[in-house]
Antibody, heavy 118, light 110 residues
């Protein structure tokens, strides 16, 4: 059974940093691209970033480009999202997702809440 | 800026059939956008229903189907049940690793 467990969320002040992790199990991690998707309170889903299965290709939404960095450690079956220069509008639940290639998401974690506020 | 469009809300009677659409603010949706569909109930993580236009994700009942109809991708739910009451999101793949979510459709079963 595919399991994705996010961690690292919390409360941070504007301009601060946070690193999210997603521990994966139940599938061959290095065979799949992975993504982060977020959902602001009361709003819809927003794709944030995707990383290739090897980690050598990364893609970002314009809203986070230059501030967020996606990475993975295939030896630890773990996906990361380093978030810098955080803004109030980054407040959201962040979901980790296993992808079907690059085009769509297959499985989802339960999410971790990030709150950016002074 | 590409906008993926969905009906904000829709209602269906129990046992009825509903078709939700996913379009583009400019242009037509084709299979080249690999449309996918996700269901989300309040307080829960999303669940994948359909990917690559019409392929059901594992465990999804065949009451859910996807296709291209005219200029849009569509999700059709037949024999609607009370627990189908959820938010439904489509995603279009824009190429270059970029995916865009639609704004979501809130489906009411009554």
């Amino acid at each position: 059974e595919v399991q994705l467990l996010e961690s690292g969320g919390g409360f941070v002040q504007p301009g601060g940093s946070l690193r999210l992790s997603c521990a994966a199990s139940g599938f061959t991690f290095n065979n799949y691209a992975m993504s982060w998707v977020r959902q602001a309170p009361g709003k819809g889903l927003e794709w944030v970033s995707t990383i290739s299965k090897s980690g050598d290709s990364t893609y970002y939404a314009d809203s986070v480009k230059g501030r967020f960095t996606i990475s993975r450690d295939n030896s630890k079956n773990t996906l990361y999202l380093q978030m810098n220069s955080l803004r109030a509008e980054d407040t959201a639940i962040y979901y980790c997702a296993k992808d079907y290639n690059f085009e769509s998401h297959a499985n989802w974690g339960q999410g971790t809440l990030v709150t950016v506020s002074s | 800026q590409t906008v993926v469009t969905q009906e904000p809300s829709f209602s269906v009677s129990p046992g009825g059939t509903v078709t939700l659409t996913c379009g583009l603010s400019s242009g037509s949706v084709s299979t080249s956008y690999y449309p996918s569909w996700y269901q989300q109930t309040p307080g829960q993580a999303p669940r994948t229903l359909i990917y690559s236009t019409n392929t059901r994700s594992s465990g999804v009942p065949d009451r859910f189907s996807g296709s291209i109809l005219g200029n849009n991708a569509v999700l059709t739910i037949t024999g609607a049940q009370a627990d189908d009451e959820s938010d439904y999101y489509c995603v279009l793949y824009m190429g270059g690793g970029v995916k865009v979510f639609g704004g979501g459709t809130k489906l009411t079963v009554l």
